[in-house]
C-alpha cells in the first residue's frame, strides 16, 4: 500500500490545485513508516504541507494509520516487512507488534524470506540486549542482519565495543576463509587497468580472507559488475576442490527420522564420522526398539533397498520364483548364511538378536526352521511400507514349536521375545513365514523365457564406481555409466552430471548441493535452511509430517507444506476437469513449457494472460526468433520447468558451428532414424533431430500421435524418447474428463487403441481420452523446496535439474524390471502423473505385474522418504504419492489363485 502525495515540479513550483500543468507524486510506502521513525516524521510534515486540514476523512484515515503503525514501533520484525510477497502479509506486517499478530496473513510456507529474516531479529535481539552501549548493541545487531561483514568487527574497534562482543555473537561474526585464492590467478588477466592487475595478483597471493580478496578488488577493479570479465572470471571460477562428505550422506538423511532425540545423536554421530563407537550404541539402543521402526527401515533403504525377485538360491530354494515378491538382500551370499544359522539352531546355538539366550527346540520341524533362517538372511519386503519384521502372529507360533524353553531362565514370556522380532501393534504391516512354507512351484505356471522378466542391474554387472542403468526399448539392455558414492561407508551411488542434496556439517537438518563430477562432489552450494514445525491449515497447525484430511481429501504436511489428493467428495460426481472448465481443446502453451487444454484449466492453475501463448507448445518452432547467434546452430529441446521462478524456460539449444563432431556427448536419433554419436555430429551430417538418445526398437514410426499430455509426436518412438505415454494415433483433437474408472473418455471423437490383454491393470490419465495398460500413481512434490534449489543455481545448464525431464530420469533409474519403462506428464492440477509400462508389444501376466509392483515399490519410497528418494536433486522434493491405477475387469487370475493387486489408493498409500 503507498499513499501518493503531490510535490514541487520541475520548474519549482509547488501544487495544491487541480489547476496545474504538471503534477508529479511522492510516494509514501507503508513498509518504511513502519520500519523507519524519521520516515514517519518525514510523511507527517510532507502531508501537513500538501493536504489541506479540511480533508477531514482523509486525514482521519492516516491519522488512523500513523497511530497504529507508531503503536507498536519499537518491533525490530518491521525491518523484514519488506520481503513479504503477499500484500496482506505485508501490509499486517507494518502494524504488528510481535511474530504472533501474523499467524493469519502470513504463511511460514509462503514466506521463506521474511520468516527467516524474522527469526534472525529475534536472535539478535536476544544475543545484543544485554550490550549496554547503543552504539555497539546496534553494531552488534548488524552482524545478524549481515553475517560476515568485517567492517563491522573493524567498528567494534574503532568505537571500543569489542570487549563487549557476547559469546552468542562469535558464531555470527566468524571470518570466511578463503578456499585457495591462488586457484583464480587466471582470472587477473582479464583486468582492463594495469592497477586491476597488480591488486589482483597481489590480493591473490596474499590474502586469507574472501572478504579481503572482495574489498580489495572492489576498490581498483570498478564498475563491480558480473558481466565485465574479471568478475564472470571470478564469479564463475569455482573451487575443484571436491568437497568433504559424511561418512555416508544416504543414512545421515535419515536422523531426522528418529524418534527420541538421543538416537537423532547418535545416528548423526555414527554416520557423520564417529561410526567406531556411535554404531554400537544406536544399534543397541535405538535399532531394536519398535519407536524407531522409521529410523531403522530408512537405514535399511541406504543398505539394502527393496528390490523385486529372488532367484538362483539352492538352501533357501522355496524363496526361488517369487518374481514379484520385494527381498531386500537375495544373492547366494545370503543363501549360505541361512543355511550356517539354520545349521546352527539345530546344533543347539544361540538364535542372536533377542537379548536372551534362546535356543531351538528338537522337535521344531526343520522346514520351519529352515524358512526362519532364509527369512532372517534374505528379508522379505512387506509392500506397504517396506517392512521387514516377522508378523506377531507368526512369531509365537515359532515361539511355541521351535523354542526350548527349558533352556531359558528368568520370567521370559513368547510376547516379550516377540516384541523384538515384530512390529508392536498388531495390525502395524509385517511379512508372514507362511507363504515361505510352500514351494512357489506348487502354484505358479511354468514362465517361459519370452514372458520372464529380468532385472541385469539388481546384482550391478557394472565396474566399481559405475552406475548400472537400464535402456528401455535400447539396443543394450543395460549401459554403465561412472558415478559418484555418497560417503566412504555408502553404497549408494548417483550417476555423473547428477545433484544430491547433502545434510550439512554446520547445522543438522539443513542442507547443501553439490554436483557429481569426474573430480568427485563439487559446485556445493548452501540451500536456505527454513525448518517448519507445523502447516497452518486453515485456522489450525497441522504438526510436520502429520497425515490429516481435507472433506474426504487424505492430505500430508511436509515442511511447512501441505498437498492433497483432489477427490471430489460427497455423492459420486460426473466426470469433470478442474475449476468446471468446458472439455473444449483449446489448447494454450504456458511459460514453464506444457499445454493446458485451455485458457480455463490454465487461469486454474494461477497462469496469468501474459504467461501463456494460444496454441500447443508442440506447435511453437523456438527457433523461428533465431535466439542463437551467427556461430551457432540452434537445435530445438523441450523442458517442462517445474519452478515458478524459471523465467523464461528455454525450449531450445545453441550448439556451435565449430564443435568437434568426434567428440562424444551422448547419442540422438534423426528424423529419418539414425542413429548420431553426439549433436555436432548429426549437425555436420546435415541431419535434423527426431530426439535425443539411441534410436529406440519396438515403437511405431507411424504418426502423429497424440500424446496424453495433450502435445503433438511426429510418431510413437518420438514420444517415447520424451518419457511421454501415447494417448490415440493422429493430432490431439480433444481433452478427456477426469474420473477414477480406467475406460475411454472420448467417446466417437478418437479411436482407442486396444489394451494389450483383457485383464491388464489399466489407468486413464487426467485429462486423456484413452486408457493404458501400467503401473501409474500421482506424485505430489514441494514448489518451494524446488524454487529455493533453482534460486541457488548459477548456470542455465544447471537448472535444468528443476525440470520433469531430470526428475523423471532420476525415478526412472530407480525401475528395476527390464521390461518396464517408467513414462509421465504434468496433470492440469500441476501435480506430476507417472505411469510404468510394459516395453514388450504383447507383454505377459507377468511382465504387467511386475510394471505394477515396480510402481508400488516407487510409491512407498516417496511416502516412507527413502534415501534412494530424498538424497537426489530433484527427487528430493518429493512429498507424497497415491496410487491411481485399477482394473478393467477387476482383477488378474494366475494359476487359479486370485492375486489382489487393488490397492486403497490414498488412504492405504500414506499409511504411516
Not at 38 to 66: D, I, V
Not at 145 to 154: A, D, F, H, R, V
Not at 498 to 519: A, K, N
Not at 699 to 726: D, H, I, M, Q
Request: charged content about 20%.
Amino acid at each position: 500500500m503507498r499513499i501518493h502525495l503531490p510535490v514541487e515540479n520541475k520548474r519549482g513550483v509547488g501544487t495544491r490545485s487541480n489547476n496545474v500543468q504538471y503534477v508529479s507524486y511522492w510516494k509514501i510506502s507503508l513498509v518504511a513508516l513502519g520500519a523507519e521513525a524519521e520516515a514517519r516524521e518525514n510523511a507527517t510534515r510532507r502531508l501537513q504541507e500538501f493536504c489541506s486540514l479540511e480533508l477531514t476523512e482523509f486525514w482521519g484515515c492516516a491519522n488512523s494509520t500513523l497511530n497504529e503503525i507508531k503503536k507498536h514501533g519499537n518491533w525490530t520484525g518491521r525491518g523484514c516487512c519488506y520481503l513479504a510477497q503477499n500484500p496482506i502479509c505485508r501490509s499486517t506486517c507494518v502494524v504488528s507488534g510481535s511474530r504472533r499478530h501474523l499467524t493469519e496473513s502470513c504463511r511460514p510456507s509462503d514466506e521463506p524470506e521474511f520468516f527467516s529474516c524474522l527469526e534472525r531479529r529475534v536472535e539478535a535481539e536476544h544475543c545484543c540486549s544485554n550490550v549496554s552501549n547503543d552504539t555497539c548493541r546496534s553494531i552488534c545487531r548488524d552482524l545478524f542482519y549481515k553475517p560476515g561483514k568485517i567492517s563491522n568487527l573493524k567498528m567494534y574497534s574503532s568505537k571500543g565495543c569489542f570487549h563487549q562482543v557476547p559469546k552468542c555473537l562469535k558464531s555470527v561474526a566468524e571470518v570466511k576463509h578463503a578456499e585457495d585464492p591462488k586457484q583464480h590467478l587466471h582470472c587477473c588477466n582479464e583486468a582492463v587497468t594495469p592497477a586491476c592487475l597488480e591488486t589482483c595478483k597481489r590480493v591473490l597471493h596474499t590474502a586469507t580472507t574472501e572478504q579481503e580478496i572482495m574489498d580489495a578488488l572492489s576498490e581498483k577493479c570498478r564498475p563491480v559488475l558480473p558481466q565485465t570479465p574479471i568478475w564472470s572470471c571470478l564469479l564463475k571460477s569455482g573451487s575443484s576442490k571436491p568437497a568433504r562428505l559424511p561418512l555416508d550422506a544416504g543414512k545421515l538423511s535419515c536422523c531426522t527420522k528418529a524418534t527420541k532425540p538421543s538416537c537423532q545423536n547418535l545416528c548423526w554421530r555414527a554416520f557423520q564420522a564417529d561410526w567406531e563407537v556411535a554404531w554400537v550404541q544406536l544399534d543397541g539402543e535405538c535399532l531394536s526398539s519398535n519407536l524407531e521402526g522409521e529410523l531403522r527401515r530408512c537405514l535399511e533403504d541406504a543398505e539394502d533397498p527393496c528390490e523385486m525377485g529372488c532367484s538362483g538360491l539352492s538352501y533357501c530354494a522355496r524363496f526361488n520364483d517369487r518374481s514379484t515378491t520385494l527381498f531386500r538382500t537375495c544373492s547366494a551370499a545370503a543363501d549360505e548364511a541361512a543355511k550356517w544359522e539354520a545349521d546352527h539352531w539345530s546344533r543347539g546355538g544361540i538364535v542372536r538378536g533377542l537379548g536372551v539366550p534362546v535356543r531351538a527346540a528338537a522337535s521344531c520341524p526343520p522346514e520351519t526352521l529352515r524358512a526362519a533362517a532364509c527369512l532372517l538372511q534374505l528379508r522379505p519386503c512387506e509392500n506397504r511400507i517396506h517392512e521387514t519384521r516377522l508378523c506377531r502372529e507368526d512369531c509365537l507360533e515359532l515361539m511355541a514349536s521351535c523354542v526350548d524353553w527349558s533352556a531359558i531362565t528368568g520370567p521370559y514370556t513368547a510376547n516379550a521375545l516377540c516384541a523384538k522380532l515384530s512390529p508392536g501393534k498388531s495390525d502395524a504391516p509385517c511379512v508372514s513365514l507362511r507363504p515361505f512354507l510352500e514351494d512357489p512351484r506348487d502354484t505358479e505356471p511354468v514362465v517361459r523365457l519370452e514372458e520372464d522378466i529380468m532385472t541385469p542391474c539388481r546384482s550391478n554387472p557394472c565396474a566399481q564406481g559405475d552406475v548400472c542403468e537400464l535402456s528401455p526399448l535400447g539396443r543394450e539392455i543395460y549401459r554403465c555409466v561412472p558415478g559418484c558414492s555418497l560417503g566412504e561407508m555408502s553404497k549408494q551411488l548417483v550417476p555423473m552430471g547428477s545433484w544430491v542434496q547433502i545434510p550439512r556439517f554446520d547445522q543438522q537438518g539443513c542442507l547443501r548441493i553439490c554436483q557429481c563430477t569426474t573430480r568427485g562432489m563439487v559446485n556445493c552450494k548452501t540451500l536456505n535452511c527454513f525448518k517448519f514445525h507445523s502447516c497452518w491449515v486453515h485456522d489450525r497447525f497441522i504438526a510436520h509430517k502429520a497425515n490429516f484430511y481435507l472433506e474426504c481429501n487424505p492430505c500430508h504436511c511436509f515442511e511447512g507444506e501441505f498437498t492433497c489428493s483432489k477427490r471430489s467428495c460427497g455423492e459420486v460426481r460426473a466426470l469433470s476437469l478442474p475449476c468446471d472448465c468446458p472439455a473444449h481443446y483449446v489448447p494454450v502453451c504456458g511459460r514453464l513449457g506444457f499445454t493446458f487444454a485451455s485458457g480455463c484449466l490454465a487461469k486454474c492453475a494461477d497462469f496469468s494472460p501474459n504467461e501463456v501463448e494460444f496454441g500447443s507448445c508442440s506447435s511453437r518452432d523456438p527457433c523461428a526468433s533465431n535466439p542463437c547467434d551467427s556461430t551457432e546452430k540452434c537445435v530445438r529441446r523441450t523442458r517442462v520447468c517445474l519452478s515458478r521462478l524459471h523465467k523464461p524456460c528455454r525450449q531450445y539449444e545453441c550448439v556451435p558451428l565449430d564443435c568437434d563432431p568426434r567428440e562424444f556427448s551422448g547419442p540422438v536419433c534423426d528424423r529419418e532414424n539414425r542413429q548420431h554419436h553426439s549433436m555436432c555430429a548429426m549437425i555436420h551430417a546435415g541431419a535434423t533431430i527426431g530426439y535425443r538418445g539411441p534410436c529406440l526398437v519396438g515403437c511405431s514410426l507411424r504418426g502423429p500421435v497424440c500424446g496424453v499430455n495433450g502435445e503433438v509426436y511426429a510418431n510413437e518412438c518420438v514420444a517415447w524418447a520424451e518419457k511421454t505415454v501415447v494417448d490415440y494415433f493422429g493430432p490431439c483433437v480433444v481433452v478427456g474428463l477426469i474420473g477414477d474408472q480406467a475406460k475411454p473418455r472420448c467417446g466417437d471423437l478418437v479411436q482407442c487403441p486396444q489394451l494389450i490383454k483383457p485383464y491388464c491393470v489399466a489407468v486413464t490419465p487426467p485429462g486423456a481420452c484413452c486408457p493404458v495398460c501400467g503401473g501409474a500413481a500421482k506424485l505430489f512434490y514441494s514448489k518451494k523446496q524446488l524454487d529455493r534449489i533453482y534460486y541457488t543455481m548459477d548456470e542455465e545448464a544447471d537448472k535444468d535439474s528443476v525440470t520433469l525431464e531430470a526428475l523423471l530420469t532420476a525415478l526412472g533409474r530407480q525401475i528395476q524390471v527390464a521390461q518396464c519403462a517408467l513414462r509421465g506428464m504434468m496433470t492440469p492440477d500441476l501435480d506430476i502423473f507417472i505411469i510404468v509400462q510394459p516395453t514388450v508389444i504383447r507383454p505377459s501376466t507377468l511382465q504387467l505385474r511386475a510394471c505394477v509392483t515396480e510402481t508400488e515399490k516407487l510409491v512407498t519410497r516417496i511416502l516412507e522418504r527413502s534415501p534412494k528418494i530424498a538424497i537426489e536433486v530433484p527427487l528430493g522434493a518429493l512429498t507424497g504419492a497415491e496410487i491411481a491405477h485399477s482394473y478393467v475387469s477387476g482383477a488378474i487370475t494366475i494359476g487359479g489363485c486370485l492375486v489382489q493387486l487393488f490397492l486403497a489408493t490414498f488412504v492405504r498409500a500414506f499409511i504411516s
